[in-house]
T-cell receptor, first 117, second 113 residues
Framework: AQKVTQAQTEISVVEKEDVTLDCVYE???????LFWYKQPPSGELVFLIR????DEQNEISGRYSWNFQKSTSSFNFTITASQVVDSAVYFC??????????????WGLGTSLAVNP | DAGVIQSPRHEVTEMGQEVTLRCKPI?????LFWYRQTMMRGLELLIY????????DSGMPEDRFSAKMPNASFSTLKIQPSEPRDSAVYFC???????????FGQGTRLTVV
């Protein structure tokens, strides 16, 4: 069965530290998508990145970077030089191949990141 | 673009009352999703539509929940009768045919007392 595990429930860092949020997934399908979303204290869910299973290139966007490794079924997210505004709950999600069109997502329970000044 | 718009932002109602949540997706998006978020169960997909047609409603908890999408720019999620265990944040999201990522509204925080 498909599953997404975010083992870190809460992380607390001091501003300017680097922090990595872990995401491990389980799927039997060969074609799937992985996502990261951010939920700041205001409550909305903000899309950060989508990665398809055939693209294992790492991605960097400003202070954010993502490391996708199919060999370990992981899709980890690193924030470099963290800032207070990065404080949020971060969710990793996997598309459910049985649902058709990869529209149905299986969500991790989230990692709550607190960046302290 | 205004993004996905949900109303109301907050709703407090008494047990047994009917509750209607509303959503306007991003213009041009073909898919619309209703999610529920609670501390206990996290994010759950309730139902999603493609071109106004319900595709998968397997996440709808029970017959008290219903969702409609009468046109491409409007959807409702109705709970009748409401129960305290329905208290949660309900999100609406939409996506295009080409891309699988969904864009979320700000959510409706529902409290049933």
């Amino acid at each position: 069965a498909q599953k997404v595990t975010q083992a870190q429930t809460e992380i607390s860092v001091v501003e300017k530290e680097d922090v990595t949020l872990d995401c491990v997934y389980e799927t039997r399908d060969t074609t799937y998508y992985l996502f990261w979303y951010k939920q700041p204290p205001s409550g909305e869910l903000v899309f950060l990145i989508r990665r398809n299973s055939f693209d294992e290139q790492n991605e960097i966007s400003g202070r954010y970077s993502w490391n996708f490794q199919k060999s370990t079924s992981s899709f980890n997210f690193t924030i470099t030089a963290s800032q207070v505004v990065d404080s949020a709950v971060y969710f990793c999600a996997l598309s459910d191949p049985n649902a058709g069109n990869n529209r149905k997502l299986i969500w991790g329970l989230g990692t709550s990141l607190a960046v302290n000044p | 673009d205004a993004g996905v718009i949900q109303s109301p932002r907050h709703e407090v109602t008494e047990m047994g009352q009917e509750v209607t949540l509303r959503c306007k997706p991003i213009s041009g998006h073909d898919y619309l999703f209703w999610y529920r978020q609670t501390m206990m169960r996290g994010l759950e997909l309730l139902i999603y539509f493609n071109n106004n047609v319900p595709i998968d409603d397997s996440g709808m908890p029970e017959d008290r929940f219903s969702a409609k999408m009468p046109n491409a720019s409007f959807s409702t999620l109705k709970i009748q009768p409401s129960e305290p265990r329905d208290s949660a944040v309900y999100f609406c999201a939409s996506s295009t045919r080409a891309n699988t990522e969904a864009f979320f509204g700000q959510g409706t925080r529902l409290t049933v007392v």
